[in-house]
């Protein structure tokens, strides 16, 4: 991916010299000598925010939902797989090294001020006690609230809170259920809907697990929205469900994946040349995956990463940069080295980013 390095000119001048000097930290340690950020105040004035894309197929070691319908062009290293084969992982998810604890901690000593994790990925799997579903966390091995344990974690460093739901369930039966006769996937431009009364089951399913989430973990300051390409605004009831979200969390932010209900921009493994006329976040990946993909080689540099961050910042976004789990619940080595390479960066300048506002530069372009 190309990356247009035009830094904001106040940004420039500040960091440049310690982000062409920085080299990853030595060793794979999740402990916190000092806290590199700031905490969380206001979504508006947070910089920099840690995405988590976890489910049962981390195991596999496998992109998220993808590999089930048969892979993607815009995922290079993502697998193709039966829908038995990549669900089979469902069974035996139970990630006995996950830390939330040391992962908050490794986050926040990172510069991070709030964090999205993966509620309910594509493929149906609930990583959160839902009442609404037999296929998820509380029904495999590990049998505990995932989602419960991590926002306590993130919450006691003084980061947001952030959670993501896709609105595509290519497990659901009334979806319905992704098959093998739908392989390949061709619904990027719309899938049809099944019946009315089917229809209408189904958005009472999305909207009471938007409700359990937004109900059951305290004050949540962003969701995020997705897979939203396979329906028109109107068949999701967007509005409706954006009525209801901001009903449960005032204050909330909501992203446009949500269509036409959407408070922020999401440009996706890209910066904008230009940016945004409203508030915008990046989400990128360290390497081409969401997931932990064992397969995938292509990480980007610690210096890389930064300098996205010192654009960002200067041109008034958020970078959301994604972790991904492996199946016992620790993250790969490569992306322990990243985050704690970031750390020993912020804890330098984290002042260049945090609670920083678009630079003039970036204004005038």
């Not at 999205?116 to 493929?123: A, G, L, Y």
Request: glycine share 8%; aromatic share 10%; with cysteine.
């Amino acid at each position: 991916m190309g990356r247009r390095m035009v830094l904001a000119s106040f940004i420039g001048l500040l960091i440049m010299p310690s982000v062409l000097s920085c080299a990853p930290a030595g060793g794979l340690s999740n402990t916190v000598s000092a806290d590199a950020g700031d905490n969380f105040t206001t979504w508006e004035d947070a910089r920099f925010g840690i995405f988590v894309h976890w489910s049962h197929s981390s195991q596999q070691g496998v992109e998220l939902s993808w590999p089930l319908v048969g892979g993607t062009t815009t995922m290079p290293y993502c697998q193709s797989m039966t829908v038995e084969q990549y669900q089979s992982s469902a069974a035996t998810f139970n990630p006995k090294k996950w830390d939330p604890v040391a992962l908050a901690k490794l986050f926040k000593k990172a510069g991070a001020q709030y964090t999205v994790m993966i509620t309910q990925h594509c493929d149906g799997y609930a990583m959160f006690d839902t009442k609404l579903s037999d296929f998820g966390v509380m029904h495999s091995p590990v049998a505990r609230d995932l989602v419960r344990e991590y926002v306590d974690a993130v919450r006691a460093e003084g980061m947001g809170v952030g959670l993501y739901y896709t609105l595509a369930d290519w497990h659901h039966p009334d979806y319905p259920a992704i098959t093998e006769a739908d392989k390949p996937y061709h619904y990027y431009m719309g899938a049809p809907l099944p019946p009315p009364d089917q229809w209408q089951r189904y958005l009472d399913f999305i909207f009471g697990q938007v409700r359990e989430i937004l109900t059951n973990y305290g004050k949540i300051d962003e969701i995020w929205f997705d897979s939203q390409w396979e329906h028109k605004p109107s068949d999701w009831k967007a509005k409706e469900l954006a009525e209801m979200v901001r009903s449960l969390q005032p204050g909330i932010k909501i992203n446009d994946r949500l269509p036409g209900q959407g408070d922020f921009d999401t440009p996706e493994k890209f910066l904008p040349a230009k940016p945004p006329s409203r508030p915008w976040e990046t989400c990128m990946t360290m390497n081409d995956s969401w997931g932990y993909n064992k397969d995938d080689p292509s990480y980007k540099s610690s210096t890389e990463i930064i300098q996205t961050l010192c654009e960002i910042a200067g041109k008034g976004g958020h970078l959301l940069l994604n972790v991904s789990p492996m199946g016992d619940g620790q993250l790969p080595p490569e992306q322990i080295d990243r985050l704690n390479a970031i750390a020993d960066w912020m804890s330098r300048n984290h002042e260049s980013i945090s609670l920083t506002s678009r630079s003039q530069c970036a204004r005038s372009t």
